[in-house]
């Protein structure tokens, strides 16, 4: 079976790897009745030019692409059948891009039973195809590639999700797993390893499923986060665990799991923390995830996408588990008196400012943002003037006093106007003006043939407030996107005008930047 495309002359659409991280790479989808294997499909080798707004060539096919796919007839498919296909490209000239194109189509075959004689179509067009397979290579379909160089795919997507943790998305994360295995561990005996093992298996099982389910289902990646009973229950579980941390309740795992467990207390609760915090890891999300996600969505495998996602954040999830195991085994240390005590008090403070972090997108304004400042702030004198737990050693109660002023003077600096940041779409001082997008703006724009450039973004996406803080700030940045009509697209809440602008420029996650 062939696909051809063609393209209008001045025009060029990106290969199926164009080589550059900002370029939309052409999908070609194949939808098969049911019981047929998927294609292996080979695409054309392109054409490597140079654009003003790239510093390497990109990879484009012009005038006419043609991608052959391979299919394997089930013996029960005698009879007539309509194949699909869905192909998604962007045309772009040398200056500007058109928004993402699917074209839907497809062609009626009858599948003859053996021996039967038949009339070839377009005979010309495969017999070129098929001689020159061999010596084009192409790109090769994910089941050509699963199934030759899977560990080596494997281990490169470990790494990747590795890499991920140099990203700000994961800062969460880290005070919520110190004041998790901190308080979690005081009274364990044993190895604390296998907490930490179960907490790290649960984000990963949360983020697979929620990895194939985006893939497959063509939602934003981390969308989940749009949900006010998703955030709700982030919210419930932080305060839960820090009540705990200043001994307002015991926080023990019902009997009926520990049972389940075999006695093994504490590892269920770790896997159910593992489940809720795998929410928030979702929204970490990269070039090499955007690419994953194509990938996974274009082979339609749900099983192989989990094992790819779900390799992915183990990976991601490597430091927590050293970080989880760690926390514990200083937990248990014999010096660990009541300074303890008073380190769990603080990351009882940090905790409630995190469900405070989390809760911040639903509320109106700045309110948010003064929630937190304010928790940290009254947390922190809490810590300084009233309970002086751990401070009898005047080494300890240096340290404590440190760690109380890191969260009085962070409180103050969260505070609405004590710095600049945030991803507010109007103006303000050293930031660059944007306005909401609107479908009739944003076309009037493109017809004016001006550089258009659109930002999706939402409140709980930590990469998005990065992006406005340090990059959009920059001064040679500024004065670059001074001559573009700019564009935002708030996603932090889940709407239909929100959604058909997911579909119609492709869309996997967030932050991302389209001009």
Known sequence: MAVRLTVDRGWHVNSDNPGDEFSLPTEV?????????????????????????????????EHEAVILASLVIPEFAIGDHRLRVVVTAQACNNTQCLPPEEVRTGVDVTVAPPGASSSPVNEEIFTKLVAGSADQGGSGDSSDLTSRSLPLLLIGVFFAGLALNLTPCVFPLIPITIGFFTQQTKDREGSTFPLALAYVLGIALTYSVLGVLAALSGAIFGSALQSPWVVGLIVVVLLSLATSMFGLWELRVPTWAQKASGGRTGIFGALIMGLVMGFIA?????????????YVGQRGDPLLGFVLFFTLAMGLGLPYLILGTFTGAINKLPASGMWMIGVRRVFGVILIAMAAYFAAPLMPGDSGRWLMSAVLVLGALYLLVVDRTGHEQASIDRVMRMLAATVLVVGVMMAPGIREGGTAVTATAGHLEWQAYEVAAAKAAIAGGGPVIVDFYADWCAPCRELDERTFSAPEVRAVLEGYTRFKVDLTRATDSGQALISEYAVMGVPTVIV
């Open 29 to 61: 989808k194949f939808m098969l009745p049911d019981g047929w294997l998927d294609p292996v499909v080979s695409f054309p080798d392109g054409e490597m030019i140079d654009f003003e707004f790239s510093d390497d060539p990109i990879e484009v096919w």
């Open 282 to 294: 979702a929204p970490c999300i990269g070039p090499f995830v955007v690419g994953l996600l194509t």
